[in-house]
């Protein structure tokens, strides 16, 4: 007789999870310092005890998070003396009674409004504690809300440690029970394959696209002019199939990528067979440079990788890229800095009102630290160009850079461009810290905290914009000062003139006076700025030896361009150490003869 499995779900008396109050402590932000009043405070914490009458606590995973949403109630509001008696309640098996609907769409609504703020930057540290333990119960509590569906099972950020019990603690779901029964005839074993179940077959995945284009910003060589400059390039991917063999390849320009990045390219294969299912036989696929360009590919690997990783998938959705996408992707799949982050950002913040660039520009979440260093330095109209969204892994890169948009990422896209396009000839200073505009940026952070450009601006439109540069990238903007010196003592020392020395000085002591006083504290000017500012100087000295000497003179030349040179060399090893990044920028060679 065939036997067949029923799964027959309790349908009472199951039991209900065990309740784990939380501690009192130690709770991830101090009350005084949060960028709210007391009243707005105190209402929260009602509203959090509304909310908690939404979850069912028979559940482990409902009674932690009503355990959480108690614990940030009694953290608002210590004389709130309903939670103690709910706590209480919760321990010998009752529940939180339900609020009626109204009052719980209120309290959700004004919950993720405040949220909104608390999440941005001038909310200070204690404010983003809370912000981030307040979206982790507002996506279980609110899940079809636009900022939840967005996050999805993206773990939790606030800090619960020693606060909030873990879910073990809290029991574990009944397990449905298993009830074996006979329900008559065994199958005829006899043979044949009447009946026989067959395994489905593989579908092959379709180039939808064989051809796709995407930009990058990247530092890339004119052939033509022989020059180099920092910008976007438009990368063009061409994606077939070989009838004649089943090697699949990716092929870059200039260099053998295939057996240098041999990893790579299985990594690149083994996310779209994970996405899209078999890939076709004697796949194969190009990436081409702009004519009369080219870069260094070891070099920006890792952003490549992001940018084939977009390009690739859109092959098979049949839905191009748009705008720009600047991501590295790592070994264990997760998003980084592309090598010399700091350094592309800048030349795009720099560029001229000649260089028309500009639109969608996603770079990675874990980057973000970037951006406000430069409203420090005047370049706010970058993120008017830009717009810059923030990806929290891969599957947010492709989203964010699709030409079919969610309907979140669209409204936000809509409305930025509603705002660009009402500034006119008003100065952005004043633009941003209009009450509407303020208004309007604050609508797009709430609705899409993703939306870097609206922050930046929003942050601008207030007082409490940074003014000085944290140590790490007052180095990397003190190293880029000295990039001249480094240039003019590439020259042999029998070709220095002291005409070259004395500009590539000028030059550097500018760029040094314009960021010095950018300092984030007193011994960051002492211990960085002062050793540049003696290196640039010491190329007037220089000069001035060469333009003293007679021919009798020039053997003294090459001791004194050495003496010069070491100089240069230490400046950059300790403006490199402070900035941290020495990987990317490998420090001059100290024994380079001359």
Partial sequence: MRRLLFLLLAMAGSACAAFVPPS?????????????????????????VVLAGQMDPDQPANART???????????????????????????????????????????????????????????????ALGACLSDVLVKVDPQHPVALKRGDAGERGAWKDWVAGLNRF?????????????????????????????????????????????????????????SFTRPVEFTLKTWAKSDGKKMVVELPGEDWN???????????????????????????????????????????????????????????????????????????????PNRFWETIRAL????????????????????????????????DFFFRYEVLLADDVDDLLSLSSSQPSEELLTALNGFKMIRDAKGTRSLGSFVSHSSTQQRLGQIVSGFPQHASARMLALRGTSSWPKR???????????????????????RWDSMSNSALSKAEGECREMLEDVEKLYGSVSDRSELHDPAYSAAKSLSSLAA????????????????????YLDYVETMALLTAAAGDKDEYPLPDRERSR
Wanted: aromatic share 4%; glycine share 8%.
């Fill in 349 to 380: 913040s720099d560029a001229g009102e000649d260089d028309k660039s500009g639109g969608r520009l996603v770079i990675p979440n874990a980057m973000r630290e970037y951006l406000p260093p430069l409203l420090t330095l005047g370049k706010s």
């Fill in 24 to 48: 009192e402590g130690p709770v991830p932000f101090r009350r005084d310092k949060l960028p709210v009043d007391v009243d707005t405070m105190t209402k929260l914490s009602r509203q959090l």
């Fill in 469 to 491: 540069l944290d140590r790490k990238i007052y180095a990397m903007e003190l190293r880029s000062a000295l990039r001249p010196m480094g240039k003019v003592l590439e020259d």
């Fill in 545 to 564: 030896d060469l333009k003293r000497m007679d021919e009798s003179d020039r053997g003294k030349i090459p001791s004194r361009v050495r003496a010069t």
């Fill in 171 to 227: 029991g574990k779901e009944k397990e449905p029970d298993v009830v074996e029964t006979d329900t008559g005839n065994e199958p005829d074993m006899s043979g044949g394959d009447e009946g026989e179940d067959k395994e489905p077959e593989q579908q092959v995945a379709k180039i939808l696209l064989s051809e796709v284009t995407c930009s990058m910003p990247v530092r890339y060589y004119m052939t033509e002019e022989k020059k």
């Fill in 66 to 128: 009503v355990a959480q949403l108690l614990a940030l109630s009694q953290a608002l509001d210590p004389s709130n003396n309903q939670v103690r008696d709910l706590v209480d309640q919760l321990k010998d098996g009752g529940e939180v009674p339900r609020g009626e609907e109204r009052e719980v769409d209120l309290a959700q609504a004004r919950a993720w409004d405040l949220l909104g703020w608390l999440e941005q930057p001038e909310a200070g540290e204690d404010g983003q």
């Fill in 259 to 337: 057996s240098a990045s041999k990893r790579s390219n299985e990594a690149l294969f083994e996310f779209l067979e994970a996405r899209h299912g078999s890939l076709p036989d004697g796949l194969s696929m190009s990436l081409n440079l702009p004519k009369g360009v080219a870069m260094n590919i070891s070099r920006n690997a890792g952003a490549l990788r992001g940018l084939l990783v977009v390009m690739a998938n859109a092959a098979f959705t049949g839905v191009p890229p748009d705008g720009m996408v600047f991501a590295a992707i790592d070994d264990d799949k997760s998003l980084a800095g």
